[in-house]
């Protein structure tokens, strides 16, 4: 992800009209998430992306997540990966690939599309990250499925999937 920052800010047309932007999706507003908000705006400096970060507040989404008044039958099967320490592959949600998948229902995904929906005012393009397919081909339509909801109603919307989550700052 933020390599295609990288190139967004060395086009012209892309550095001179355009605002990146950067949400960092946190559970509540302390200490911890004002650190890694700098620590992303320090790393986005080092890179030279020129970027906005915004921490937007997420708990109202991921309890839907385990509400269990909220599953369903139509539970989706994608990769999820695991938190990591690192600013850099939280903001690219969590680039670093695994081969652990969970369900995720509908009620879910589609609080995730909202959340975004509500962030999205005179965006051009979204990049979001693509979930690793599932290994299981019989769960491939379901997966386009999961895909299509999470980005129903969004303006363009391009899924990254990143071989690996390494970010260099000194050449």
Known sequence: MLQLATILSMVKPWKTRAT????LCIDAIN????????HLDELLSQLRINAQTRMIAWENVTSL??????TNDSAATISVEPPS????????TAAASTNSFVDINDVYIRGVNELIRQQCDNTSCLYLYLPRPPKDKILSK??????????????????VHGVSSVTCTQL
């Open 20 to 23: 990146l932007r950067v949400f």
């Open 31 to 38: 200490d911890n998430a004002l650190r890694t908000q700098q």
């Open 65 to 70: 997540l385990n509400n269990t008044s909220t």
């Open 85 to 92: 320490s690192s600013t850099a592959t939280t903001t690219t």
């Open 142 to 159: 379901r997966y386009i499925r999961v895909l299509d909801m999470l980005s129903n109603d969004l303006p363009p919307v391009m899924f």
